[in-house]
């Protein structure tokens, strides 16, 4: 069976990933392999920066993280994207804050601050998003939010683009599974909107 490896924070005053610095390559703090089975409990990680993708977590295809509290700040990519967390496996996170995540100006086109999703992202009720980080949504893939938002009422999310770099929600690629909460991807006209409405449909939460 597959071994779930944890990373407990006792004492989040004192115990954090902070200040790895990687040049040329993807994850600073904590990268996973495929086939890793990671818990994260109470765990902060702070102002680490890589050249590429995910200064704070790097998660491959075939990966799983699992985050339970803490928070993720301050951690910067000077090429790549998702600064705080960069994902391609399945990450569920019941707990946590993602803030103050940055990409730097040599990254002409950034995306994701707080999570560049290339996977799957399910998240709970106890998780804040704030207002200077975004998740971005790649085409194909999915957010879950499986309860009711308890600190905020919106996640704010930026969607995948066309090759006419266009901001747009086609069905079945790029949606968001919505329990008793909002989404605000604050470009959408009227007809992207519907789209998104109509993506969502056949995926509700019962």
Do not use: C
């Not at 890793?36 to 990966?63: F, K, M, R, T």
């Not at 990450?91 to 100006?105: D, E, H």
């Amino acid at each position: 069976p597959a071994t779930t490896t944890q990373v407990t924070n006792p004492n989040a005053s004192n115990v954090q990933y902070k200040l790895f610095k990687v040049s040329g390559t993807n994850g600073a703090a904590i990268y996973l392999e495929n086939g890793a089975n990671v818990l994260i409990n109470d765990l902060d990680i702070l102002s680490n920066e890589a050249n590429q993708n995910g200064a704070g977590i790097y998660v491959e295809d075939g990966a799983t993280l699992t985050i339970k509290g803490g928070t993720l700040s301050g951690n910067k990519t000077y090429y790549g994207n998702g600064a705080g967390i960069y994902n391609k496996g399945l990450i569920t996170i019941s707990k946590g804050t993602l803030s103050g995540n940055t990409i730097s100006s040599y990254n002409s086109n950034p995306l994701g601050e707080a999570i560049y999703l290339d996977g799957e992202l399910k998240v709970g009720s106890e998780i804040r998003v704030l207002e200077d980080n975004t998740i971005h949504l790649t085409e194909g893939n999915v957010i879950e939010i499986q309860e009711k938002l308890l600190y905020s009422k919106a996640i704010p999310v930026s969607l995948w683009s066309d090759a006419n770099n266009t901001k747009i929600a086609y069905v079945n690629t790029g949606y968001v599974i919505l329990t008793d909460t909002a989404v605000v991807p604050n470009f959408a006209t009227v007809e992207e909107v519907d789209m998104m409405r109509e993506a969502a449909s056949g995926h509700m939460m019962p």
